[in-house]
C-alpha cells in the first residue's frame, strides 16, 4: 500500500477526513494542512521510521499534556507548543500519526538567530537586553510546564527552539523527539548535543534519572547566552595549555570563568556581559555551573526570576543614558557600552590586512578575534 500524503483518507481519532497540502517534511514525518481543520495540522510518519513504534508515545503524550495556554496578543493567537491532540490514522485503522495545534512557522526565527548581535541586527530580530530577558523568560517558562509533567526536551539548544518575532513568545516544535513521561513508563529522547550536556554526562551515560539536571544545565546555558552576547559559558581564555580546546571538554573539566569566583583554568571573554549582572542572577548561574547538579535552577526558578526582569514596571532594567539603544540592568553599567567600546579599541589597534586576505570589514574581524578565544 502507498504511504499516506495528499488527498489521502485518514481517520482523526473517530472522525473520518483526509489530508490536505503539505506543509514541510522532516527526518520522521511530513506535515500537512487538514482542510476540515484549519487550525491543525497532521505528522505523519515515514514508513521507514516504523510508525507503530510511536503509537505509545504519541498516546502517553495525549494523556500527560503540559499546561501551558495559547497567549494572546494584539488580537492574534500564539500557540506555545506544538503538542499532539489526536491520534491519525489510515483507512485501515493502522497509527500513522497526530494532529496537532498549527503553528504559524513562517512568523517564527531561531533563538540561535538572535545570540550573535551583529546577526540578530541583520536578520532584524531584537538585541536589546530587555527583548533577550524576555525570550529568556519565556522559555523558562514553556520549560517549566513541560517539566511539572515530568517531559523532557534533552537535546535543548538555541537552534531546535523557535520564537515569534512579533511576541518573543517560544514556539516550541517537534515535541515528539523529546523524552516523554508516560503512565509507569519513559519514552526517550534519542539524541542530545555535546557543547549543551552537562559535565556529569560528559563522563557518564545520560540516563532517565538525569534528564531533568540535564534540560536544566542546557536551559541555563541558552539563558547565559542570550543575557551575554551569545557567549557560550565554558568559552574564554585558557590560563595554561592543558585546558581542553573543545566546549565539550572543557565541561567536563568545569573550566567555567564566569563564576563570582573566578575559575583556575580559564579567564573569561574579554567582552562577557557577567560582571554587569545582577547578583541574583549571576547566582543562579554559578548553581547551574557548580559542582552540585542537584542545586541546579529549576526550570520554574529561573522563570519567577527572570519575569521580573523582563516587566518594565518594575524598572529593573534601563536604558542607557549614554547610548539610547542600550539597556543594562537598574544600578549596572552598561555591558554594551563597555563591549561597544572595547571592540571600537580592538578594531583600532589591530594590525591592518591587506584587503585581499580579509574580504570581512574591520569591526566584524575585530569582533570575531574577540569573541573566539
Ligand atoms: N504544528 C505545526 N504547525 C505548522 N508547521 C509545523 C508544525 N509542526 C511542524 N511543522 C513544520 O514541519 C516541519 C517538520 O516537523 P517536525 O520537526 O515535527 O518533523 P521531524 O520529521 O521530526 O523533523 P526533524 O527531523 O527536524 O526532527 C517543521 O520544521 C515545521 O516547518
Ligand atoms: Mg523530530
Redesign the pocket.
Known amino acids: 500500500m502507498s504511504s499516506p500524503s495528499t488527498g489521502s483518507r485518514i481517520q482523526i481519532g473517530p472522525r473520518p477526513s483526509r489530508l490536505g497540502p503539505l ?9 500537512y494542512l487538514l482542510p476540515d481543520y484549519p487550525d491543525s ?1 497532521a ?1 505523519i510518519y ?1 514508513a521507514r521510521v516504523d510508525p507503530p513504534s510511536y503509537t505509545d508515545r504519541v498516546e502517553a503524550m495525549l494523556q500527560l499534556r503540559p499546561k501551558l495556554p495559547d497567549q494572546l496578543e494584539g488580537g492574534k493567537r500564539y ?1 506555545q507548543i ?1 503538542w499532539p491532540d489526536a491520534v491519525v490514522r489510515d483507512e485501515r485503522g493502522r497509527f500513522i500519526g497526530f494532529t ?6 513562517d512568523s517564527t526565527s531561531e533563538v540561535e538567530q538572535v545570540l550573535q548581535e551583529r546577526q540578530a541586527r541583520a536578520a532584524g530580530l531584537p538585541v536589546g537586553l530587555g527583548h533577550k530577558v524576555t525570550l529568556a523568560a519565556n522559555l523558562a517558562s514553556v520549560l517549566a510546564a513541560l517539566h511539572a509533567q515530568h517531559h523532557y526536551v534533552v537535546d535543548l539548544k538555541p537552534v531546535n527552539l523557535r520564537f515569534y518575532r512579533a511576541s518573543l513568545y517560544i514556539a516550541l ?5 523529546f523524552s516523554i513521561q508516560g503512565l509507569g513508563r519513559r519514552f526517550h529522547a534519542p539524541q542530545f548535543t555535546p557543547d549543551y550536556l552537562a559535565p556529569e554526562y560528559q563522563v557518564h551515560t545520560l540516563t532517565e534519572a538525569g534528564e531533568e539536571t540535564q534540560d536544566r544545565f542546557a536551559l541555563a546555558v541558552v539563558i547565559f547566552q542570550l543575557l551575554n552576547f551569545g557567549i557560550h559559558p565554558y568559552s574564554g581564555r585558557p590560563k595554561h595549555d592543558r585546558v581542553p580546546t573543545d566546549v565539550p571538554g572543557r565541561i567536563r573539566e568545569r573550566c567555567y570563568a564566569y563564576g563570582r569566583r573566578g575559575n583556575a583554568a580559564m579567564e573569561p571573554n574579554p567582552v562577557s556581559a557577567h560582571a554587569m549582572m545582577p547578583v541574583q542572577l549571576r547566582d543562579l548561574f554559578d548553581r547551574a555551573f557548580g559542582q552540585t547538579p542537584a542545586a541546579r535552577p529549576s526550570s520554574a526558578e529561573w522563570g519567577d526570576a527572570l519575569r521580573a526582569y523582563a516587566q518594565p514596571s518594575r524598572g529593573l532594567i534601563v536604558v542607557c543614558a549614554k547610548h539610547r539603544e542600550h539597556q543594562h540592568y537598574a544600578g549596572q553599567s552598561c555591558a554594551s557600552c563597555m563591549r561597544q567600546e572595547l571592540l571600537t579599541r580592538t578594531a583600532r589597534n589591530a594590525v591592518p590586512r591587506p584587503k585581499t586576505v580579509s574580504p570581512l570589514p574591520p569591526i566584524w574581524t575585530a569582533a570575531t578575534r574577540v569573541q573566539l578565544q
Open positions: 506543509i514541510k517534511s522532516g527526518g520522521a514525518g511530513s506535515v495540522v505528522k515515514h500557540v506544538a496537532m495545534p498549527a503553528l504559524d512557522v516544535l517537534d515535541c515528539d523527539g
